[in-house]
């Protein structure tokens, strides 16, 4: 599988922070041709924006063309695709979100033309997506003040799917004093929910008074009888192993947490060992274990990428990353009636590039057997780069709406 890069690289903008008041400059839209939501769709199919949510080509191999040796190659059809959205759409799916936020806000102040609905959706679907609830917020102030009509609402739970499920906070980058308003969503959100996820895959610093932060937000939120599953446990518990020195009394609250991400994991055994350093380290009494606060406990696990949804149609979950020759084998199963075939994305959070491509692929062989994929409840980012790569002309995605 090849892919045919695109021609231009838009400079990354300097990041500038949006404050609820209203933009610079703003311009309002001619009432008789906005749409009621952000998130509404178009009467008729767009190949320049993603709030357009019927995106099947005329040509269902438009962007797709075999190679010699039978290969499919992935060319560009997002000539009609602003810059902002590419970069955006990338950024994400190679897992930088600051980055990718940074260029949705500095985005809004500009004048966008048709894109203006499409990216406003992906910087209230960001927001979202991070836990972002002031951030977001105060966006919708600036939406509602700029365009004179109403601007999506936080969703009780982030996702949109008919299975449900725990709201799921990220934190990403460094876990310090300056992220105690990331941290401060955890109770937010456990006010709504008994259960709360929280996404570690992309932290990659914790020091001490961030690992206070969190802690204390832990207990909190126990007190009150709900609970925080932690996702990618493993990679905060790694990331504070070599901290961790028997004797050496230094940095107790991530002492705490590291002992806090072997219980989450399950791991008593090492958690009663590290327990007793504890003890002997700071001549402190340790935490005990309790089984019930075990993630797998609070969240039973789920396969993350492609099954059958509460009974339903085919499911796209989690994050699909690193191309997997069998990530979308459920798309191919022979068994699946001719038609329409649903996929249900309400739980996929994100995407990486070689992925979609091989979803592209997938699709384009799944439509030879007289199967049409509809993706549908698809986050407006994670739509950005299936637009992007060339999904759109392959298969109906029916966007995300708040």
């Known amino acids: 599988m090849a892919f045919s890069f695109f021609k231009k690289t838009p400079a990354t903008p300097q990041v500038e922070t949006r404050k609820p008041a209203r933009p610079a400059a703003p311009s309002a839209v001619p009432a008789s041709r906005a749409p009621d939501s952000a998130f509404e769709h ?69 004048e966008l033309g048709s894109s203006t609905e499409q990216v406003w959706a992906m910087l209230f679907d960001l927001c979202h ?13 600036a939406y509602a003040e700029r365009f004179e009509r109403s601007a999506p609402t936080w969703p009780a739970t982030p996702s949109g799917g008919a299975c449900g499920g725990p709201p799921t906070l990220t934190l990403s980058g460094k876990l310090t004093a300056a992220s105690q308003p990331s941290i401060a969503q955890i109770e937010r959100l456990s006010a709504k929910a008994p259960v709360v996820r929280l996404d570690l895959a992309r932290l990659h610093e914790v020091d001490e008074d961030g690992a206070r932060l969190l802690l204390d937000v832990l207990t909190d939120v126990r007190r009150r009888g709900h609970g925080v599953a932690m996702l990618s446990t493993a990679g905060l518990r790694d990331l504070l192993a070599p901290r961790i020195v028997p004797g050496e009394a230094q940095g107790p609250a991530q002492w705490l947490l590291y002992l806090e991400t072997l219980q989450q994991l399950g791991d008593e055994a090492n958690f009663e060992e590290f327990a007793i350093q504890y003890a002997i380290t700071f001549e402190l009494s340790p935490p005990s274990w309790d089984a019930r606060w075990v993630a797998s406990v609070l969240v039973p696990p789920a396969a993350e990428t492609v099954q059958p949804a509460c ?13 997997r020759q069998d990530a979308f084998a459920a798309l191919q199963q022979a068994d699946l009636p001719q038609g329409v075939m649903k996929v249900d994305c309400s739980e996929l959070r994100r995407m990486d590039f070689i992925s979609a491509g091989l979803l592209f692929n997938v699709i384009t062989a799944v439509q030879a057997t007289g199967r049409q994929p509809r993706l549908v409840d698809v986050r407006p980012m994670v739509a950005a780069l299936l637009l992007l790569i060339g999904v759109a002309a392959v298969a109906e995605i029916q966007q995300r709406r708040f």
């Open 42 to 110: 178009s009467a008729a199919p767009s190949s320049a924006g993603l709030i357009s949510l019927d995106f099947v080509s005329r040509d269902p191999l438009d962007g797709a063309r075999r190679t010699g040796k039978g290969e499919l190659e992935v060319r560009d059809v997002s000539s009609g695709l602003n810059p902002v959205v590419e970069e955006a759409a990338m950024l994400f799916a190679n897992g930088d979100d600051e980055a990718a936020l940074s260029v949705l806000e500095k985005a809004t102040f500009a």
């Open 129 to 141: 997506a991070l836990g972002r609830v002031d951030a977001f917020e105060a966006h919708a102030l």
């Open 311 to 323: 009974g339903g149609p085919i499911a796209l979950r989690g994050e699909v990353v690193g191309a």
